[in-house]
């Protein structure tokens, strides 16, 4: 599947988009930056080692949602601006997942964009420890991801896990991806 296959075929299957997004509480919005090359692939993060919250994690460019932003859409493109290094004018946005409770009390909105092949990123090493790119197909198969169950504040849990040599993918980020291979799968 090229770029414009998955373009068609994500557009095809995208959830309506709500006129608001703002349910009050705490919000959150993450980038699925899906690269433009021949073989698209997908840009993840690794987070900074002396983070506070989830230090040393795999994860997607974007962060909670600040006073001042009118739209997730506008927290997205400022977070991965600040954390890449990108400008907005070079993240084309296709569309937005289904929002994820976090297990911090976040209602995390994921937005899937293009990015040009071969952009340079510039690492805000405040918050980013690196990047990786994994293959977009088939990686997002299901049979790349399992699940533990856990109890979590006395709670029954599933937590979802993945791994790219030398990565370990897990919690929201993999449940995200499992979740974005399945739409555009259709399995």
Do not use: C
Request: hydrophobic share 40%; proline share 8%; charged share 20%.
């Amino acid at each position: 599947m090229n770029i414009e296959q998955f373009r068609q075929r994500f557009l095809l299957q995208l959830p309506p988009r709500s006129q608001s997004d703002s349910a009050g509480g705490r919000e959150a919005a993450v980038l699925l930056p899906v690269i433009a090359r021949q073989v698209p692939a997908l840009l993840l993060t690794r987070r900074a080692d002396h983070l506070r919250h989830h230090p040393g994690q795999v994860a997607f460019p974007g962060g909670k949602r600040d006073p001042g932003d009118r739209h997730l859409y506008d927290t997205v493109l400022r977070e991965t601006s600040e954390e890449l290094g990108l400008s907005r004018e070079n993240i084309e946005i296709i569309g937005q997942l289904p929002a994820v409770s976090s297990q911090t009390g976040f209602r995390v909105t994921p937005f899937v964009a293009i990015l040009p092949a071969d952009l340079p990123i510039t690492l805000d090493a405040g918050e980013v420890a690196g990047v990786f790119e994994i293959p977009l197909l088939p990686w997002l198969h299901s049979r790349h991801f399992s699940s533990l169950n856990v109890i979590r504040r006395g709670q029954p849990a599933e937590i979802w896990l993945s791994g790219y040599q030398p990565h370990v993918i897990w919690g929201m980020t993999a449940g995200i991806l499992r979740d974005f291979g399945r739409q555009i799968l259709g399995k």
